[in-house]
């Protein structure tokens, strides 16, 4: 949840198209689900490639936005690198925010697979099909990517697929502690489906696609922060602990 307010916010800042917002600050948090799956096969967490954690990646991005905006101004995302650097190479042409985009992908991808080679050593297949759901939302989010809402309310979408895939990682975080069924089908899928369904089987009005839009996020939102709660509740009963004082009931 930290992790997609944080892509939130670079989004914003960015000014970054949605598409490119969507497929690539939009992945963040798929190295958080590899790292459920590696846990799955090797019954441990890392969240490290070589020298390079989250800590060193939050101090990458942070140097980047504070030199990059505090320099050469509000505008310096839409600033190609020709513009900042002064040189005069074709390759130069790209956008700063499109670089900081390509770089959060890259690492998105280099994190995600560090998590996951070990466990595609061990069974290739089985961890493959974990990946499913995340194939799953790629594709739906191909067609949303057609709707007025995709454009238009552009955060609200973003929102939408963080929330159902946070869902999807707490179904995974539950299949490894309690060891409760996984599956690659979820009906949380639907929070998606319904605004493309609305807009391109129903024909309903721009407006009307954008407030359904609002509302199946809301939804998924609840789900979440409900979710949360009840394993939370569960945890605290079990072990019998206040969950406001964190201590042992008397």
Same mark, same amino acid.
């Given at each position: 949840?930290?992790?997609?307010?944080?892509?939130?916010?670079?989004?914003?800042?960015?000014?970054?198209?949605?598409?490119?917002?969507?497929?690539?600050?939009?992945?963040?948090?798929?190295?958080?689900?590899?790292?459920?799956?590696?846990?799955?096969?090797?019954?441990?967490?890392?969240?490290?490639?070589?020298?390079?954690?989250?800590?060193?990646?939050?101090?990458?991005?942070?140097?980047?936005?504070?030199?990059?905006?505090?320099?050469?101004?509000?505008?310096?995302?839409?600033?190609?690198?020709?513009?900042?650097?002064?040189?005069?190479?074709?390759?130069?042409?790209?956008? /700063?925010? #499109?670089?900081?985009? *390509? !770089?959060?992908?890259?690492? &998105?991808?280099? +994190? %995600?697979?560090?998590?996951?080679?070990?466990?595609?050593?061990?069974?290739?297949?089985?961890?493959?099909?974990?990946?499913?759901?995340?194939?799953?939302?790629?594709?739906?989010?191909?067609?949303?990517?057609?709707?007025?809402?995709?454009?238009?309310?552009?955060?609200?979408?973003?929102?939408?697929?963080?929330?159902?895939?946070?869902?999807?990682?707490?179904?995974?975080?539950?299949?490894?502690?309690?060891?409760?069924?996984?599956?690659?089908?979820?009906?949380?899928?639907?929070?998606?489906?319904?605004?493309?369904?609305?807009?391109?089987?129903?024909?309903?009005?721009?407006?009307?696609?954008? /407030?359904? #839009?609002?509302?199946? *996020? !809301?939804?998924?939102?609840? &789900?979440?922060? +409900? %979710?949360?709660?009840?394993?939370?509740?569960?945890?605290?009963?079990?072990?019998?602990?206040?969950?406001?004082?964190?201590?042992?009931?008397?």
């Amino acid at each position: 949840m930290v992790y997609a307010c944080l892509g939130a916010f670079i989004g914003y800042m960015l000014r970054i198209e949605p598409g490119l917002w969507i497929f690539s600050i939009g992945l963040v948090n798929l190295p958080f689900y590899a790292m459920e799956i590696r846990h799955y096969y090797c019954k441990d967490f890392v969240m490290i490639v070589g020298d390079i954690g989250p800590v060193e990646v939050e101090l990458i991005y942070t140097i980047i936005l504070v030199v990059s905006g505090g320099y050469f101004g509000g505008d310096a995302f839409e600033k190609t690198l020709a513009q900042v650097t002064g040189l005069k190479y074709g390759f130069l042409e790209l956008k /700063m925010k #499109t670089l900081i985009a *390509m !770089l959060t992908f890259f690492l &998105e991808i280099i +994190f %995600t697979y560090d998590n996951v080679k070990d466990s595609l050593e061990k069974n290739p297949k089985e961890t493959m099909t974990f990946f499913i759901p995340v194939f799953i939302l790629v594709g739906i989010s191909f067609v949303s990517g057609q709707l007025p809402s995709f454009v238009s309310h552009t955060c609200i979408v973003y929102f939408l697929y963080q929330m159902v895939f946070a869902i999807i990682i707490v179904r995974l975080m539950i299949f490894n502690m309690a060891e409760k069924p996984f599956s690659i089908l979820h009906v949380q899928y639907i929070y998606l489906l319904i605004p493309i369904i609305a807009y391109f089987v129903a024909g309903v009005s721009v407006e009307l696609e954008a /407030m359904i #839009t609002i509302s199946c *996020m !809301l939804c998924s939102l609840f &789900e979440f922060f +409900f %979710t949360i709660y009840r394993i939370s509740k569960q945890y605290t009963t079990l072990h019998n602990i206040n969950f406001f004082t964190i201590k042992e009931k008397q």
